[in-house]
């Protein structure tokens, strides 16, 4: 086996620039993704008409489809419906002006809204009925109970859920490389493709993917001990 | 961006694509079967606490769980060749369908393995000791006591991660497995309609997730038919 490690530092050099991008493609869909989940979240919980069942259809459909077909379907339609739009109303605008990482990260955080709307109704149904109860006896209103009783019990309820989901995208931003984005997977094959050398490029790209999982999750794991060292056990 | 958008198109395509719905089950099937496997060795020197073998496993765990299947595809993908070649075995000719059940195996591997130890692990000790005490062997007190009941604790993580994988299996194409996805590439390059063909096979996976999730459940219902409702157990 012949392994090139001089260069596999060179990739390794080469595909750290790309990390900024795939930490964008990660982080941004999961903010956008919170404001949607949220509010699917509260949909569902609250039991709209109309808009329940379209909350209900579109967080299986996004968790039952892989996300390359989220972001091939809007890499593809999204244009096809901006023409549209654009044609209608005579927009001075043309559809093939929109750089593709907004396609990426629009998909990306249709299905980050997805995933997460089930964490959060997860996260909200661990606190106890009886807790919001006790809370509104001692005169709170309700945004008062949602800010200090609800929220902060929730979120640390759902601190290792988020991590695992934050770990899991930074993971699936890697098939962006499929519609030529330059993160760390697009990158390693450009410059695997540039020098005839894959397996030290993916073995470079490889380290810094797990390098980053492992930041994370010690970033996290100090998180976890933090939110949840106010709340010990009843037992 | 090809031609105007067809809805007709999709259900067109929808009976072509599930035509190779095989390949992608076959990759599925024997990536759990080996994945189990290798989950159930990778599992025991964490359970035995088993020194260097211990730590080998938890760096290969933590590798997996580390990266993207995508990039385990590539290093097993050219990897794998050139690892052989020190024995002058050449298997750069194989099938590129073997390479991604041996990367899904792998990635089944570790992720099985965790779940397997933490399943052991959340069984009270005090059936094993129970089980030694009504003069059971370990290997009875573990078959008959301690594995049925981790199973029940296993099981909804294995489905979930089994629906993860089949999603997963669409990446199997860009090493140029002829799966659904790959058969929904070749559709594209021959009738440039990329959208319907994507929205096709999205709805053949989310069919088929859906079908999963449904013998899941029923299959878990049966896991925990001695356990009753109301009362919360271990």
């Given at each position: 086996m012949v392994i090139d490690f001089s260069f596999v530092w060179i990739a390794f050099k080469e595909i750290l620039k790309a990390v900024p991008l795939t930490l964008i493609l990660t982080f941004v869909p999961i903010v956008v993704g919170f404001l949607i989940g949220l509010a699917v979240a509260l949909i569902r919980a609250h039991n709209i008409k109309f808009l329940s069942p379209i909350a209900n259809f579109y967080v299986s459909f996004f968790r039952g489809t892989p996300a390359i077909m989220h972001i091939m379907v809007i890499y593809f339609g999204f244009p096809i419906l901006l023409d549209y739009v654009i044609k209608k109303f005579?927009?001075?605008?043309?559809?093939?002006?929109?750089?593709i990482v907004v396609f990426v990260i629009t998909a990306l955080s249709l299905t980050a809204g997805s995933y997460l709307s089930e964490i959060i109704r997860s996260g909200i149904s661990s606190v106890s009925k009886g807790q919001i109860e006790a809370a509104y006896t001692i005169g709170m209103n309700t945004f008062q109970v949602v800010k200090r009783i609800i929220l902060p019990q929730a979120l640390a309820q759902s601190v290792p859920n988020i991590t695992n989901l934050i770990i899991g995208f930074l993971h699936t931003t890697s098939i962006a490389f499929l519609v030529s984005q330059k993160e760390i997977t697009g990158a390693a094959n450009i410059v695997a493709s540039k020098n005839l050398k894959f397996l030290e490029a993916f073995i470079a790209a490889g380290i810094i993917y797990w390098a980053i999982t492992l930041i994370i999750e010690t970033i996290a794991y100090f998180l976890e001990k933090k939110a949840k060292s106010y709340s010990r056990s009843a037992f | 961006m090809g031609k105007a958008f067809d809805p007709a198109l999709i259900i067109e395509f929808i009976p072509m694509l599930v035509k190779y719905l095989g390949v992608t089950l076959e990759i599925l099937c024997f990536s759990i079967l080996f994945g189990t496997i290798l989950g159930i060795i990778v599992a025991l020197p964490k359970l035995f606490h088993v020194p260097i073998a211990r730590q080998i496993v938890t760096v290969y765990i933590s590798f997996i769980r580390g990266t993207p299947i995508l990039i385990q595809l590539f290093l097993v993908y050219y990897g794998l060749p050139a690892f052989l070649s020190i024995w002058d075995?050449?298997?750069?000719?194989?099938?590129a369908l073997y390479f991604v059940i041996i990367t899904y195996s792998l990635s089944h591997g570790a992720i099985f393995a965790e779940i397997f130890r933490s399943a052991i692990q959340a069984i009270d000790v005090g059936q094993t000791e129970a089980a030694y005490s009504v003069g059971m062997k370990p290997i009875q007190s573990f078959f008959r006591i301690v594995f049925p009941q981790a199973i029940r604790i296993a099981f909804p993580n294995m489905a979930n991660s089994v629906i993860g994988s089949l999603k997963d299996t669409?990446?199997?194409?860009?090493?140029?497995?002829?799966d659904m996805m790959g058969r929904g590439e070749t559709l594209i390059a021959s009738t440039a309609h990329a959208l319907e063909v994507y929205i096709s096979l999205s709805i053949v996976y989310y069919v088929i997730v859906l079908l999963f999730e449904k013998v899941f459940s029923v299959s878990e219902k049966y896991l925990n038919r001695?356990?009753?409702?109301?009362i919360s157990s271990i």
């Open positions: 005579n927009l001075p605008f043309q559809s093939n002006h929109v750089p | 075995i050449d298997i750069t000719r194989m099938d669409s990446l199997a194409f860009t090493i140029g497995v002829m001695y356990h009753s409702q109301g």
